[in-house]
């Protein structure tokens, strides 16, 4: 079958939620893509920041093999011989106490939000407690992640969502502290937005909303499930800024492409929320996943990913800023690690296909940011590849 027959009988029978590129891809190996046809791409989009060793690592793959012949499900109802130490290894490697096993980030934002409702509700007996989130944030999709995700135009179609929902302004402390009042029980936010376009939080503005919080018993959520998991060049981005949360949400690169995610919370908030028989998941944490968990944070030490995301960063950045000042289209560069963007005075569209069909994959963040994600193995000759295409790629 042909790539075009494939995306033909696809669009036949897939629900038409992704305007997809014309692209089939068949197979993958270290940081390389490879379409239907045999055509090869340098992958600095590692499928939304999913892959972080790139394709193929061969400990990563021996572990889900030998998870297959041995168990790949039982209920959460048992204990299973990955359990322990994944949870242990999530634990250490996030700073948090207790931690929830889930399927996706978005399943991990509605188990950090029933938490803060059920530990203001324990503490007050109320159910109108209030939820501050901030503007262009982006949390998921289902419901409860969909009302604190900070884009109105994914809200409105689906209203009315979780109430009472405030949105305050990213980095804007005063915009936060307007909407705090007795009922608030949680405040939730990206450490570096995302889909929102590669914005990083300010330092200060952290510490504020920590000292704020700590103030007034409520509770700080820092979705992570993007900016987490070594892309900023600490495990967790918290850890780069020095402002610890209570709740912390995981995903993505957490599996490496399984389907996983995580909510994790320090002990005092494990002691006065969730308690048994008020969350749950039929597949959250199985044994297949355990099984690559415990690989991914194997291979983060094993082969020094942080370090090399903290060695090749200013590199990174420095090609990139060479980028903006050939470029006038460029009007921003920003980021934090392996999470960069170049914001530029038009749509990015273009530039995207540009670069995909002279063999490089990226993505954008809103119209017009371009989004730089790739795994957290790139070395020099890859940033400097990637660069070289998306420069011929910016002259059209």
Same mark, same amino acid.
């Given at each position: 079958?042909?790539?075009?027959?494939?995306?033909?009988?696809?669009?036949?029978? /897939?629900?038409?939620t992704y305007?997809?590129?014309?692209?089939?891809?068949?197979?993958?190996?270290?940081?390389?893509l490879?379409?239907?046809?045999?055509?090869?791409?340098?992958?600095?989009f590692s499928?939304?920041?999913?892959?972080?060793?790139?394709?193929?690592?061969?400990?990563?793959?021996?572990?889900?093999?030998?998870?297959?012949?041995?168990?790949?499900?039982?209920?959460?109802?048992?204990?299973?011989?990955?359990?322990?130490e994944?949870?242990?290894k999530?634990?250490?490697?996030?700073g948090?106490?207790?931690v929830?096993?889930?399927?996706?980030g978005?399943?991990?934002?509605?188990?950090?939000?029933?938490?803060?409702r059920?530990?203001?509700?324990?503490?007050?007996?109320r159910?109108?407690?209030?939820?501050?989130?901030?503007e262009h944030?982006?949390?998921?999709?289902?419901?409860?992640?969909?009302?604190?995700?900070?884009?109105?135009?994914y809200?409105?179609?689906?209203?009315?969502?979780?109430?009472?929902?405030h949105?305050?302004?990213?980095?804007?402390?005063?915009?936060?502290?307007?909407?705090?009042?007795?009922?608030?029980?949680?405040?939730?936010?990206?450490?570096?937005?995302?889909?929102g376009?590669?914005?990083?939080?300010?330092?200060?503005?952290?510490?504020?909303?920590?000292?704020?919080?700590?103030?007034?018993?409520?509770?700080?959520?820092?979705?992570?499930?993007?900016c987490?998991?070594?892309r900023?060049?600490?495990?967790?981005?918290?850890?780069?800024?020095?402002v610890?949360?209570d709740?912390?949400?995981?995903?993505?690169?957490?599996g490496?492409?399984?389907?996983?995610?995580?909510?994790?919370?320090?002990?005092?908030?494990?002691?006065?929320s969730?308690?048994?028989?008020?969350?749950?998941?039929?597949?959250?944490?199985?044994?297949?996943?355990?099984?690559?968990m415990?690989?991914?944070?194997?291979?983060?030490?094993?082969?020094?990913?942080l370090?090399n995301?903290r060695?090749?960063?200013?590199?990174?950045?420095?090609?990139l800023?060479?980028?903006?000042?050939?470029?006038?289209?460029i009007?921003?560069?920003?980021?934090?690690?392996?999470?960069?963007?170049? !914001?530029?005075?038009?749509?990015?569209?273009?530039?995207i296909?540009?670069?995909r069909?002279?063999?490089?994959?990226?993505?954008?963040?809103?119209?017009?940011? /371009?989004?730089?994600?790739p795994?957290?193995?790139?070395?020099?000759?890859?940033?400097? !590849?990637?660069?070289?295409?998306?420069?011929?790629? /910016?002259?059209g």
């Amino acid at each position: 079958m042909s790539t075009n027959e494939m995306i033909t009988e696809a669009e036949q029978h /897939l629900l038409h939620t992704y305007n997809r590129y014309p692209v089939v891809f068949d197979r993958a190996e270290g940081v390389r893509l490879y379409d239907a046809d045999g055509k090869e791409y340098l992958d600095a989009f590692s499928g939304i920041g999913v892959m972080a060793f790139g394709y193929g690592h061969p400990k990563y793959t021996a572990a889900l093999k030998d998870q297959v012949d041995r168990l790949t499900h039982i209920s959460n109802y048992y204990y299973h011989t990955q359990l322990a130490e994944t949870a242990r290894k999530f634990t250490e490697a996030s700073g948090m106490d207790r931690v929830f096993f889930t399927n996706s980030g978005g399943e991990a934002v509605e188990g950090a939000l029933k938490t803060a409702r059920k530990y203001a509700w324990l503490k007050d007996g109320r159910t109108d407690h209030e939820i501050i989130a901030m503007e262009h944030s982006f949390h998921g999709r289902t419901f409860g992640a969909l009302s604190v995700t900070g884009k109105k135009a994914y809200r409105d179609p689906f209203e009315p969502l979780l109430a009472p929902v405030h949105f305050a302004e990213f980095n804007d402390i005063d915009s936060v502290r307007s909407y705090v009042n007795e009922k608030t029980c949680a405040i939730i936010l990206e450490p570096v937005q995302g889909e929102g376009g590669v914005y990083p939080a300010k330092p200060e503005f952290l510490q504020e909303l920590r000292a704020l919080c700590d103030e007034r018993d409520i509770l700080l959520i820092f979705d992570e499930v993007q900016c987490g998991m070594g892309r900023t060049g600490y495990m967790f981005a918290w850890q780069g800024y020095g402002v610890k949360p209570d709740v912390l949400t995981s995903a993505k690169a957490l599996g490496c492409g399984v389907p996983v995610g995580a909510f994790a919370m320090t002990q005092k908030v494990a002691d006065a929320s969730l308690a048994a028989g008020d969350h749950g998941s039929t597949l959250g944490g199985n044994p297949l996943v355990c099984a690559a968990m415990n690989a991914v944070f194997d291979i983060f030490e094993e082969d020094k990913i942080l370090e090399n995301v903290r060695e090749m960063t200013p590199y990174m950045e420095r090609k990139l800023d060479e980028l903006k000042a050939k470029h006038a289209c460029i009007t921003d560069r920003r980021g934090r690690g392996f999470f960069q963007a170049l !914001e530029c005075s038009g749509p990015v569209a273009e530039v995207i296909d540009r670069a995909r069909e002279a063999g490089v994959i990226l993505i954008n963040a809103g119209a017009n940011v /371009l989004r730089i994600i790739p795994p957290l193995i790139f070395t020099k000759a890859e940033i400097d !590849e990637m660069c070289a295409v998306l420069d011929r790629a /910016l002259e059209g």
